[in-house]
Structures are given as C-alpha cells and as structure tokens.
C-alpha cells in the first residue's frame, strides 16, 4: 500500500461510508467514491484506482443486497439474469470504450438525466407501486426487455462511460417492470453485485487492486451500505425518490463541471 497521510486515509473511509449510503439507497456512490481515490492518491496510476474502487464498492454493494433481499419482495433470479446480461454488456462496452469520446458523450447524458429528473418531478406517483417483487401487470416480454435493454443497455453504458449507472438501473427497472422504487433499488444492487465481481475479477487478474487500503475502506463502505438498505426499507418510497432527484442532479452537476473543464 502507498504512503497514505492519517488525514487521507479518515477522508477516504469517509468517503466510502458516504458512497454506500448513497449506492444503497438509490445508486451513484461512485459520484463520491472514485473522485476521492482520484484526489487521494494522485500518484496512482488510473487502473490500480479503478481496481480499488471496485474492491470497495462490491462488498457495500454485496451487503446491502443482502438486506433487501430480506426484507424487499425481490425476485432474486430475474435480479441474477438481470445482472448477467449486464455483465456481458459492460464487458462489451469496455471492449469498445477506447474508440468512445467521453466529450461527445457527456452532453447526451446531461440531456438524458434532465430529462429524467424532469419527469419524476411531474410524476409524483412514479415508482409507488405496491412493492411486488414482479406485479401482475408485469408480461414474459416485459422481463425480458428488461434483460436485455436494462441489463445489456446499462451494461453497455457502464462500460463505455460509467458515472449514474445505478441510478440509471432503478429508474429503468421501475419504468419497465412496474416495481416500486424500493424493489427497483433493491433489484438494482444485485444487479451491481454481478457487473462489479466481473470488474474486480478483471482487475485482480491484473494486479490493480490495492487490497490493504480496500480492505479498510469496503468496512465502511459496509456499514454504510447497511444504514442505507435499512433507511431506504424503513422510510420507503418517498424517501428514495427524494434521494434520487439529489443524486440525478448532483450527477448533471458533474458531468457538466467535468465538460466546462474539458
């Protein structure tokens, strides 16, 4: 493990434990999790961030489905397709990712999360389904669109760009299979669970993950998952939708900060 500051090091487990409150009840840790890698250790080189990251954010991930799966009425298997056919996609993404301008791409999903945030502002009753884990409504076809727009399309994106994958996850999941944003959101970290053991793997395999730091900061990243599971369970809903809307905007926010920068 590098030199790491004793300051650094609070920061960071910080960091993580912020990350999976917010991964867990509606996605988007990453918003807070990669940039303090960034900022924390600059002298790293960007795989070895990226393979820590991964390291920290699947044992959140993993703990907070866990916890839904629990309490939430989800359908662990839909979930588990879900989740491979994201992993093939982000895998194919990542394949193309080199030959993709993050320039070109920005704008179009600045655009793509406005519009997202516009619409469940209008839509008050979006995502306050019953909570069935599919509810009748919910066809063959449906979850198989599901499979594959919303696993392989997301994947897709995951690995060609990136930031808001989870929060992408819960609102397609709720768009295309009618489930509460609860339900959605626990969905949407098994799905995670799946794209990120794939990811690690990866850059395990490559040597790119400092497991001593990771260590300690997925034990925050944990706890934090928990809380979230737990308050996202407890409050419902309305509370998710609230969290969501703060994390779409925080997203255009950094996309556009990033573009600006560029």
């Given at each position: 493990m590098p030199d790491i500051t004793l300051t650094t090091l609070v920061v960071l487990c910080l960091a993580a434990a912020a990350a999976g409150w917010v991964d867990a009840v509606v996605g988007g840790g990453?918003?807070?999790?990669?940039?303090?890698?960034?900022?924390?250790?600059?002298?790293?080189?960007?795989?070895?961030?990226?393979?820590?990251?991964k390291a920290v954010a699947i044992v959140g991930t993993s703990g907070a489905a866990v916890?839904?799966?629990?309490?939430?009425?989800?359908?662990?298997?839909?979930?588990?397709?879900?989740?491979?056919?994201?992993?093939?996609?982000?895998?194919?993404?990542?394949f193309f990712a080199a030959?993709?301008?993050?320039?070109?791409?920005?704008?179009?999903?600045?655009?793509?999360?406005?519009?997202v945030a516009v619409f469940v502002l209008l839509r008050p009753q979006f995502g306050r389904a019953a909570g069935d884990a599919l509810p009748p409504a919910v066809t063959r076809a449906r979850t198989v669109t599901a499979i594959v727009l919303v696993g392989g399309g997301i994947g897709l994106y995951d690995g060609l760009f990136g930031p808001g994958t989870g929060t992408f996850l819960v609102l397609a999941l709720t768009a295309v299979l009618h489930l509460d944003l609860v339900t959605?959101?626990?969905?949407?970290?098994?799905?995670?669970?799946?794209?990120?053991?794939?990811?690690?793997?990866?850059?395990a395999?490559?040597?790119?993950?400092?497991?001593?730091?990771?260590?300690?900061?997925?034990?925050?990243?944990?706890?934090?998952?928990?809380?979230?599971?737990?308050?996202?369970?407890?409050?419902?809903?309305?509370?998710?939708?609230?969290?969501?809307?703060v994390v779409v905007f925080s997203l255009v926010a950094k996309l556009g900060f990033d573009q600006w920068q560029g």
């Open positions: 990453g918003l807070l999790l990669l940039p303090a890698l960034l900022l924390g250790l600059p002298q790293l080189p960007a795989a070895q961030i990226l393979g820590t990251n916890t839904y799966a629990r309490r939430a009425p989800v359908k662990v298997g839909t979930a588990v397709r879900i989740g491979l056919a994201a992993l093939a996609g982000s895998m194919t993404g990542a030959g993709i301008s993050s320039e070109v791409l920005r704008p179009v999903i600045m655009v793509v999360l406005l519009a959605a959101s626990a969905t949407a970290k098994i799905v995670n669970v799946c794209t990120n053991a794939g990811a690690l793997a990866m850059f395999h490559q040597g790119n993950v400092l497991w001593g730091l990771a260590a300690l900061m997925a034990v925050f990243n944990l706890a934090g998952g928990l809380l979230g599971a737990r308050m996202a369970l407890s409050k419902g809903s309305e509370f998710v939708r609230g969290v969501l809307l």
